[in-house]
């Protein structure tokens, strides 16, 4: 899995030993760089992963 160790609180639990995913749009590779951006297909396709795992959990 690949880290930068700026995910949030993650990390944290990272170094407890535990299992951290960490999800979201555009190339992690440009991850808290000067050229890091997001294309609007890449928002709406994690939009859609969203929706689609929080309404797993309530299916209504």
Do not use: C, D, W
Not at 21 to 48: D, M, Q
Request: hydrophobic content about 35%; glycine content about 12%; charged content about 20%.
């Amino acid at each position: 899995m690949y880290t930068k160790g700026a995910q949030g609180e993650g990390r944290h639990f990272k170094a407890k030993g535990m299992p951290v995913v960490a999800f979201g749009p555009g190339n992690y590779r440009l991850l808290h760089s000067y050229n890091e951006h997001v294309t609007l297909e890449e928002i709406g396709t994690a939009y859609n992963i969203y929706r689609e795992f929080l309404s797993s959990f309530n299916p209504a």
